[in-house]
T-cell receptor, first 114, second 116 residues
């Protein structure tokens, strides 16, 4: 298996633009998680899905953030409009059974909003 | 909800020395404690985990201990090598339902620097 695949690896965008981050989980993993990592706040859970259904989005910072999982093999995290404070590394992770057997993280997307 | 505290935030050791990273948690229902290693510019990767029915687990040069009474667990790395330099994250999660959330709560991370 190729692991959790994220794209793009790096994204530089101007403030106000829409940004879409993509994730393909490991086949057979029923849980998908989106995290944001910054020096100030560490690893923050933004949202997670179980069987393509959003379960908890309480970590989504504001309405500018949205996430979808249209099928078991694809998820997107969208920021519209983007702001400089959204600059961070965004990780997608998947797990076969929630978090009780550990996660497999993707390589992350480094987002810079200028 | 669960709260995980991790110390120290930075740890600097000489090659060959041992390193210990400590975490405390607040939810007594937590029963699964993974550790992740994140090398610079890379993804966090699971390196070892422990469940509440054991007190210690070893895998070559790394070991994790758990004290459920005190609600703390630790990562021990012996004979450190420069390639051990990374950020290490602890996490705690429960069994879901009345047993607590099965979604892990992460510590803030420890930056381990091993000097050659």
């Amino acid at each position: 298996d190729a692991g959790v695949i994220q794209s793009p690896r790096h994204e530089v965008t101007e403030m106000g633009q829409e940004v879409t981050l993509r994730c393909k989980p490991i086949s057979g993993h029923d849980y998908l998680f989106w995290y944001r990592q910054t020096m100030m706040r560490g690893l923050e859970l933004l949202i997670y899905f179980n069987n393509n259904v959003p379960i908890d989005d309480s970590g989504m910072p504001e309405d500018r953030f949205s996430a979808k999982m249209p099928n078991a093999s694809f998820s997107t995290l969208k920021i519209q409009p983007s702001e400089p404070r959204d600059s961070a590394v965004y990780f997608c992770a998947s797990s076969p059974t929630g978090g009780i057997y550990g996660y497999t993280f993707g390589s992350g997307t480094r987002l810079t909003v200028v | 909800g669960e709260n995980v505290e991790q110390h120290p935030s930075t740890l600097s050791v000489q090659e060959g020395d041992s390193a210990v990273i400590k975490c405390t948690y607040s939810d007594s229902a937590s029963n699964y404690f993974p550790w992740y290693k994140q090398e610079l510019g890379k993804r966090p990767q699971l390196i070892i985990d422990i469940r509440s029915n054991v007190g210690e687990k070893k895998d070559q040069r790394i070991a994790v201990t758990l004290n459920k009474t005190a609600k703390h667990f630790s990562l021990h790395i012996t004979e450190t090598q420069p390639e051990d330099s990374a950020v290490y994250f602890c996490a705690a999660s429960g069994g879901g339902g009345s047993g607590g959330s099965y979604i892990p709560t992460f510590g803030r991370g420890t930056s381990l620097i091993v000097h050659p």
